[in-house]
């Protein structure tokens, strides 16, 4: 199975810094971000990795080339413009799926997150299946709900953040056309069906969207590595 990393945000809550420098690239305990997530998905045994970028998108190509020095193989889906995360997600099923492998990994950019990939496996009877995790301060509501039974509903009691790691099938997208297109929509409709699974993950997790967050990640990982 191939894996996806979405990197193709302009990052505009972390200007200054991305500006000059993709958010993916930004340090954070002395290696860029997107370094630690293709550590952890090796680490998983994900070693087939694709990769879209759009803002300064050359830059990420240059800082991880083919992959090679970290272990993996990297394909990149180049975007002339950011798609959003559905849109950036059709254009590169040529390169995550294929007759024999229908389900992929997609895990977006500018997130930490201690949970192993390698728990994940393709559930029956569904298109998607979720990671949820806590709701952070910054988004007390959640995203959706984690029913009894491991379904996912776009409302209900027990609302949860989507950690931005999911299994999905190619199925999920079958029928709409390329071009900018937002996630979520085609998540909720799935879910309508109950075609939609998820899993609560209870360790640890941060959307690194602003640099204070970034700052915080950072200090969290020197101190982590101090202690080691």
């Given at each position: ?192 069906r109950k075609r939609v699974k998820g899993l609560y993950h209870s360790g640890q997790w941060m959307d690194i969207g602003t640099p ?17």
């Amino acid at each position: 199975m191939k894996a996806m990393i979405l990197a193709a945000g302009k990052g505009e809550r972390m200007r200054p810094l991305t500006l000059t420098t993709p958010k993916p690239l930004l340090p954070v305990g002395d290696k860029p971000l997107i370094v630690h997530h293709l550590e952890r998905l090796r680490v998983a045994g994900f070693h087939e990795l694709v990769i879209n970028h759009a803002w300064l998108g050359r830059q990420i190509e240059e800082e991880l080339g083919n992959g090679d020095d970290f272990g993996v193989s990297i394909e990149y889906s180049r975007e002339s413009k950011p798609l959003e995360t559905a849109g950036g997600i059709i254009q590169a099923l040529p390169l995550l799926t294929s007759a024999g492998e229908e389900w992929f990994l997609v895990v977006n950019g500018d997130i930490w997150c201690d949970f192993d990939p390698a728990q994940l496996t393709p559930p029956e009877n569904a298109d998607a299946l979720l990671v949820m995790t806590g709701n952070p301060d910054h988004n007390p509501a959640g995203d959706f709900c984690l029913n009894q039974g491991g379904t996912l509903s776009a409302e209900g009691p027990g609302m949860l953040t989507f950690s931005g790691i999911s299994l999905l099938n190619r199925r999920l997208f079958d029928g709409l056309a390329p071009g900018p297109r937002k996630l979520a929509p085609i998540l909720r409709e799935a879910m309508a069906r109950k075609r939609v699974k998820g899993l609560y993950h209870s360790g640890q997790w941060m959307d690194i969207g602003t640099p204070d967050r970034l700052r915080e990640l950072d200090s969290k990982l020197k101190g982590e590595r101090a202690e080691t």
